[in-house]
């Protein structure tokens, strides 16, 4: 297990490998700022077209696909998926170091520190995160909204946005976990570029501080006067000016020293309009796995919405003067005029013309309360009251069903991140290999194969995943499996599944022959050092009169080689063929990986490393160590860990 993890760019993962000895580097992919630039152009293209579309290949699905900004999501959620296994699963460290550290890392750090700590899935723990992570880190907000005129590259590249959406993809999968709502991610993206409050204009703390002390030396000047003059209450002290500012207030500053945070805590008070009613903390299951599969994401509604009859919702004060004024008229033409309203989608505001059932009920009871003369009550009180079941009391919550839905997705979850580091492990190990090995796709890591699958129909008696879909695989839903890779498919993924199995590697590495036909006639190709090599020798012409010779077999808990997880196998020990071999049970035909004993250099007990099975004896511990790695296996006591290593000590002294 190493000590520190550390992501970063693929191009940078040999020369640290060699700076950094104990530590364990793992290469991502990630949107860089000119990527997230382009996808964005690409997609505003799209959702808000300057002219009609009369092509159907450039229709919006076609333009949205074509921008590559549903890419851009995906790999901020999987590299911050694979931070998330790292830190809780396996419980190591990790060190994200990509690009400067202002754009990319913010972005993979939050959402790993939202999918691992509830706290930050409130209002005040995301105000905390984009504080902490944003703001204090120094992302240059001004530089990548456009705003800084002093250099010619201040380009908009929307890096926040692109955070804000990967949180919306994460709050539609779990509508239950977060405080806020929709709108209000919305609220925070509409005032990144608004230039109304000051988080957003400047690229540093302190060019807010300076910023701040150079107008605080002004209202000093200006008589003691503030920044707001004249008799104002609570919203004129948050409301920097606009079309309101000429009735109630006077605003002497170009740019806004308010916070947004603070402006959303004293709106938050006085209306629910940033409160999820869905929202139900889960103590059981705090950390949440999203699915970063192109096909669970969405486009975000907030690029292509559009309120014609008052303009953007976002400016509260101006949306609710223009309600007021709406209702004033309504309520001179309703003895005259039908109470039916058209409400139409892309001109009205439906958030606020149809608000849902607890803000509709809130605003009756505020008017039954002026009307009868009683002070009003805040709304968080009045939602407190509210009597809900407890969470262990909603039967979905604890069925059987659900219980697997959350296993499969966290299964899901944990291949995703393994495969990350796979693909990073062999990236780097191709590059290593120079040009005589496959030089057009090992260079650029990619693997190398040559023969096809062999599929065979499976039932599934374990829950299982399509490994092209992701789909389950389970119960009456069959599938096709691979006898040589193991890898699952649907019967009509099958057509769509890489047409090369991986066991068969185009540089002379064939399969273990468990497994394969008694009849087959392949050869195995050997290369000159491994012919030379002592103990690794093959005779391909040669077929045992005996399948195989299972000397001993059991169950062992065997130390996963990536997340370092203890999984419980069914081991044999085979003399014929000189492996050890584990299944996922002790029915299952098809092998899930072998270890070659000529590779074998010592058996012995070792004692229990981090995450070992509980309430076992010590002494049932013990290492199987090859030329290759080490493994770390377990047994149910001492007894049985002994004889393990007597039968494998035994075949290899033969």
């Known amino acids: 297990m190493a000590a520190l993890y550390i992501i970063g760019e693929k191009s940078q993962m040999k020369a640290m490998k060699d700076v950094y000895p104990k530590t364990d580097f793992i290469g991502v992919e990630y949107p860089d700022a000119r990527q997230i630039r382009v996808s964005f152009k690409k997609l505003m293209r799209s959702c808000v077209p300057s ?8 229709g919006l699905y076609k333009g949205i696909e074509s921008s590559k900004w549903l890419d851009c999501a995906h790999n901020i959620l999987q590299v911050a998926g694979t931070v998330v296994d790292l830190l809780d699963i396996q419980g190591a460290s990790v060190l994200v170091a990509l690009e400067d550290g202002w754009d990319a890392t913010p972005q993979i750090t939050s959402i790993a520190q939202l999918c691992l700590d509830p706290y930050y899935r409130t209002l005040d723990g995301f105000r905390d995160l984009i504080e902490k992570e944003w703001l204090a880190f120094g992302h240059r907000f001004a530089h990548r909204s456009g705003q800084d005129g002093s250099t010619q590259n201040s380009v908009f590249t929307p890096v926040f946005l692109l955070f804000l959406d990967v949180v919306h993809q994460i709050q539609r999968q779990f509508p239950m976990s977060f405080e806020f709502n929709e709108f209000y991610l919305k609220f925070i993206a509409y005032h990144t570029v608004s230039s109304r409050f000051s988080n957003f204009l400047f690229d540093s703390e302190r060019e807010r501080l300076e910023a701040s002390e150079e107008l605080n030396v002004s209202n000093q000047r200006s008589n003691g006067s503030s920044l707001f003059c004249g008799d104002y ?23 806004s020293t308010t916070s947004l945070f603070d402006y959303v805590s004293i709106q938050n008070a006085k209306s629910p309009i940033f409160h999820n009613f869905f929202y139900l903390p889960n103590e059981d299951y705090e950390v949440l796995r999203p699915c970063s599969n192109i096909s669970s994401l969405y486009i975000w509604n907030y690029y292509f919405e559009e309120n014609l009859s008052h303009g953007p919702s976002y400016d509260i004060e101006v949306a ?22 058209i409400v139409t989608v892309g001109y009205d505001s439906v958030e606020f013309v149809i608000p849902d059932a607890f803000t509709y009920l809130h605003s009756e009871i505020t008017k039954l309360e002026q009307e009868l003369g009683h002070l009003p009550m805040k709304w968080k009180q009045l939602w407190d009251k509210l009597d809900y079941l407890p969470l262990d009391a909603i039967s979905h919550a604890n069925c059987v069903s659900a219980a697997a839905a959350r296993t499969h997705a966290r299964t899901l979850h944990k291949q995703t991140t393994a495969g990350l580091i796979i693909r990073s492990k062999r990236g780097v190990a191709a590059s290593s290999l120079g040009p005589a090995v496959g030089q057009g796709n090992i260079e650029a890591g990619v693997p190398v194969y040559s023969q096809p699958h062999r599929f065979e129909k499976c039932n599934y008696t374990t829950p299982s995943h399509c490994d092209l879909c992701s789909h389950i695989l389970w119960g009456i839903v069959k599938g096709l499996k691979c006898a040589d890779c193991g890898r699952n498919y649907h019967d009509k993924c099958a057509e769509s599944a890489p047409r090369t199995c991986p066991r068969y590697r185009a540089d002379g590495m064939q399969p273990s022959p468990v497994g394969q036909r008694a009849n087959s006639t ?5 290369s000159g050092s491994n012919s030379a090599a002592v103990g690794n020798q093959e005779f391909p012409n040669f077929v045992s009169g005996t399948a195989e010779n299972r000397t001993h077999e ?13 999984k419980l196998r069914w081991f044999v020990l085979d003399s014929t063929m000189h ?21 074998v250099v010592s058996v012995a007990n070792s004692a229990p490393t981090q995450g070992a099975p509980k309430k076992i004896d010590e002494k049932a511990f013990f290492d199987l160590r090859t030329t290759k790695r080490i493994y770390n296996f377990c047994a149910s006591d001492s007894g049985s860990a002994q004889e393990w290593i007597e039968k494998i000590q035994g075949l290899l002294i033969q």
């Open 579 to 599: 492996q050890l071999r584990y299944y996922d049970a002790q029915s299952d035909v098809q092998y899930k990986g072998f270890i070659d004993l000529a590779e």
């Open 320 to 341: 609710s003067e223009d309600r007021r004024a709406m209702e004033e008229l309504a309520m001179e033409d309703y003895a005259t005029s039908s109470q039916r309203r």
């Open 522 to 526: 392949t050869a195995v190709s050997i």
């Open 51 to 58: 002219n009609l579309v009369s092509e159907s290949d450039q």
């Open 233 to 255: 209450s609570d919203d004129d002290s948050v409301f920097p000016g606009g079309r309101l500012a000429g009735k109630r207030v006077q605003y002497q500053s170009e740019n």
């Open 554 to 566: 059991g169950y062992l808990y065997k130390r996963g080689a990536l997340l370092k997880a203890w």
